[in-house]
């Protein structure tokens, strides 16, 4: 069993900057990601991480602006958020699974084969 807490949601101004933080018991399973849900919105991955072949996947909408990265001395998994738009507003979670990252390109069918998940934290981008 993985327990994983997220940290560094907050209130940003549309352009600007987040790293949320991860920090979990063990980075052991093979894929780890981070989703994101607005309300009224369906869960959807957002970015994720293999440790077998050490690829990482994004979902076009935040390709070229968010960056996932580990620490294994830290046992901590980032997001780096850049150039934030209002549309990314969403409580953002961790999650991880002993199985490879999803192969689906349409992000929404990515929550669904991950087993253990964080609490979430919040991102609001407004004005």
């Known amino acids: 069993q993985v327990q994983l807490v997220e940290s560094g949601g907050d209130l940003v101004q549309p352009g600007g900057s987040l790293r949320l933080s991860c920090a979990a018991s063990?980075?052991?399973?093979?894929?780890i990601g981070w989703f994101r849900q607005a309300p009224g919105k369906e869960r959807e991955g957002v970015s994720c991480?293999?440790?077998?072949?050490?690829?990482?996947y994004y979902t076009d909408s935040v390709k070229g602006r968010f960056t996932i990265a580990r620490d294994n001395a830290k046992n901590t998994v980032y997001l780096q958020m850049n150039s934030l738009k209002p549309e990314d507003t969403a409580v953002y979670y961790c999650?991880?699974?002993?199985?490879?990252?999803?192969?689906?390109?349409?992000?929404?069918?990515?929550?669904?084969?991950?087993?253990?998940w964080g609490q979430g934290t919040q991102v609001t981008v407004s004005s």
């Open positions: 063990t980075l052991d399973y093979n894929a």
């Open positions: 991480l293999t440790r077998s072949d050490r690829r990482t």
């Open positions: 999650a991880t699974d002993p199985a490879t990252c999803p192969r689906h390109t349409d992000s929404i069918y990515w929550p669904q084969f991950f087993k253990y």
